[in-house]
């Protein structure tokens, strides 16, 4: 098990505007894909992914993500997109494992 532990929603909302609205609420919308499978987009809080962001191993790790259902998996972190002046998390993409 990993020393990263995300709590994540799916989100059926696509788009620009959604992802505003997103970012308002204080949430960071994300994209898991890879392993043959469909790409799932997720929605993370601000705070819990800017907590694991102040560690430089979180790049390199394993991170669980317990969806909201009970599910989990394990990926990588594959991009980050942060905002230009705040340096806050904007965008994410996991890879699964």
Request: aromatic share 6%.
């Amino acid at each position: 098990m990993s020393e990263y532990i995300l709590n994540v929603e799916t989100r059926t909302n696509l788009g620009k505007g959604a992802s505003r609205r997103l970012r308002r609420t204080d949430l960071v919308p994300a994209v898991v894909y890879g392993n043959n499978q469909e790409a799932l987009s997720i929605s993370i809080k601000q705070n819990e992914i800017t907590r694991c962001l102040m560690d430089n191993n979180f790049y390199s790790s394993e991170i669980t993500l317990q969806f909201d259902d009970g599910k989990t998996e394990q990926v990588t972190i594959c991009d980050l997109q942060r905002h230009p002046v705040k340096s806050h998390a904007m965008h994410a993409d996991f890879k699964r494992v």
